[in-house]
């Protein structure tokens, strides 16, 4: 157990809905990061938040956003799904902003979208 | 650019016998190198980094990894499999200098049989 927890662990919607993940990093660490895992593009980062800020970006879509609040939980919100979208999505943190740092990463949440 | 090959898509191996997997990388800096691992339905975990030390790395469950400069490679290896290994195994590489991502390898799945 990492220590980095994530819900919904299985999510599946229908095209053209919203959906928000959210992500609770493990106690201490203010770095928090999400990939996108998928069969064609495997895993791919998308965007870090550290404490608070924005501190990278990845391949994110304009369709998706993501933001850190006050006690550092982080969601995820993907709008406008597409087919596509269904992918596995992870979050990671850190105790700092370098991403040399060791990242631990949750156990993911599945998405479907039909 | 930075980008990271993982040279063999599946390595079967049987228990007890020596694991290689192989990691070629790219990169316009001084990198960070990490290897992770992926148990089916599983987060990612940390098995070991590289961050300009010593260039033999050892990591958790017996494994480690050699960074080769001159042949910009950093391949990761057992001494003997467990089944346990059987996992999906990925090669990281990051240009923190540069202020960029993670860049995730393709990934490797391993096969231990007995």
């Known amino acids: 157990d990492s220590g980095v927890t994530q819900t919904p662990k299985h999510l599946i919607t229908a095209t053209g809905q919203r959906v928000t993940l959210r992500c609770s990093p493990r106690?201490?660490?203010?770095?928090v990061y999400w990939y996108q895992q998928s069969l064609d593009q495997g895993l791919q980062f998308l965007i870090q938040y550290y404490n608070g800020e924005e501190r990278a970006k990845g391949n994110i879509l304009e369709r998706f956003s993501a933001q850190q609040f006050p006690d550092l939980h982080s969601e995820l919100n993907l709008s406008s799904l597409e087919l596509g979208d269904s992918a596995l999505y992870f979050c990671?943190?850190?105790?700092?902003?370098?991403?040399?740092?060791?990242?631990?990463f949750g156990p993911g949440t599945r998405l479907l979208v039909l | 650019a930075q980008s990271v090959t993982q040279l063999d898509s599946h390595v079967s191996v049987s228990e007890g016998t020596p694991v290689l997997l192989r990691c070629n990388y790219s990169s316009s800096y001084s990198p960070s190198l990490f290897w992770y691992v992926q148990h089916p339905n599983k987060g990612l975990q940390l098995l070991l980094k590289y961050t300009s030390a010593a260039t033999l790395v050892k990591g958790i469950n017996g494994f480690e990894a050699e960074f080769k400069k001159s042949e910009t490679s950093f391949h990761l290896t057992k001494p003997s499999a467990h089944m346990s290994d059987a996992a999906e195994y990925f090669c990281?590489?990051?240009?923190?200098?540069?202020?960029?991502?993670?860049?995730f390898g393709k990934g490797t799945t391993l096969s231990v049989s007995s």
């Open positions: 990671a943190s850190s105790v700092g902003g370098p991403q040399q740092e060791t990242q631990y």
């Open positions: 106690s201490g660490d203010l770095s």
């Open positions: 990281v590489v990051s240009e923190w200098e540069a202020g960029t991502a993670l860049i």
